[in-house]
T-cell receptor, first 115, second 111 residues
């Protein structure tokens, strides 16, 4: 158990809908990262928040947005869903938000299926 | 960021050491080498990281060549539960910490 929790575990929804994925980082970790893993793209970095502020952005679609709240939990919002958004979405957390000396701890993921 | 090259797959006998190579010939002096693994559809798991020196923890050892152009992750006594995709990732110290995953090496531990 990494200490990172994600809800829900599974989500099935229809095209055009909007969903929210939730992540609670490990106690004491200030950074939260979101990753997407699909069969054809592999693991891709989406976005990072550090202590409530956006710190880095990856290949995140404009239809996707995220935020980190004062209690440090984070939410990833996916809207106007398409079939291609079906994937595993992982959240990770780390102590720091700058520098390469902090390991990341990953949650179990949310499996999103868009039908 | 430095690119890494890993063999797509490897086999290892249970109980033997698994040696997973990674080539990062364009690595810069301030870039760290990280190893993560992902056991089938679970969240990736941090294994070990290093900058210049060899490192060892309860999971594995990391051997970095003197010129830092390649490294080897060693699982000393592989078990069936070590079957996973292993990712070697190079991260600059100036990075925010985001991980850029390649294709990794699929390690199959066989009885």
């Amino acid at each position: 158990d990494s200490g990172v929790t994600q809800t829900p575990k599974h989500l099935i929804t229809a095209t055009g809908q909007r969903v929210t994925l939730r992540c609670s980082p490990r106690s004491g970790d200030l950074s939260v990262y979101w990753y997407q893993q699909s069969l054809d793209q592999g693991l891709q970095f989406l976005i990072q928040y550090y202590n409530g502020e956006e710190r880095a952005k990856g290949n995140i679609l404009e239809r996707f947005s995220a935020q980190q709240f004062p209690d440090l939990h984070s939410e990833l919002n996916l809207s106007s869903l398409e079939l291609g958004d079906s994937a595993l979405y992982f959240c990770a957390s780390s102590v720091g938000g700058q520098g390469a000396s902090y390991e990341q701890y990953f949650g179990p993921g949310t499996r999103l299926t868009v039908t | 960021d430095a690119k890494t090259t890993q063999p797509p797959s490897m086999d290892c006998a249970e109980g033997r050491a698994a040696n997973l190579p990674c080539n990062h010939s364009t690595i810069s002096g301030n870039e760290y080498v990280y190893w993560y693994r992902q056991i089938h559809s679970q969240g990736p798991q941090y294994i070990i990281h290093g900058l210049k020196n060899n490192e060892t923890n309860e999971m594995a050892s990391l051997i970095i060549t003197e010129d830092r152009k390649s490294s080897t992750l060693i699982l000393p006594h592989a078990t069936l539960r070590d079957t996973a995709v292993y990712y070697c990732i190079v991260i600059p110290s100036s990075n925010t910490g985001k991980l850029i995953f390649g294709q990794g090496t699929t390690l199959q531990v066989k009885p």
